[in-house]
């Protein structure tokens, strides 16, 4: 009997990277719009994760697409799966 791919309910984002000058690590800065309860505006909000990247690839301005991970440090939890953008030299 052949062995069936799991399928996991791993989170996704897309976003920019902010800062690659740590080994391994690069800080990914993540943009989403939220409506306000109030006055229905739409306002952009920001998060910043920490992602592993094993081969540092990434540079400043790349837009990739990380997905959730087990911790693989005190402040990081997500993996760069890949990069979909270069950021313009």
């Known amino acids: 009997m052949p ?5 996991t309910n791993r989170k996704t984002r897309v976003g920019t990277v902010v800062s690659d ?7 990914v800065s993540v ?3 939220v409506k ?4 229905g505006k739409y306002m952009r909000r920001r998060n910043k994760f920490k992602a592993h990247d094993e ?9 990739v ?3 959730e991970s087990r911790p693989l440090s005190k402040t ?7 990069i979909l953008e270069r950021a313009a030299v």
């Open 76 to 82: 990081k939890h997500w993996v760069v799966v890949k």
């Open 21 to 27: 000058r740590m080994n391994k690590t690069v800080v």
């Open 31 to 33: 943009e989403r719009l």
């Open 65 to 67: 697409l990380i997905e």
């Open 3 to 7: 062995m069936e791919e799991r399928t």
């Open 36 to 39: 306000h309860p109030k006055y």
């Open 55 to 63: 081969q540092n690839q990434c540079r400043i301005g790349d837009r």
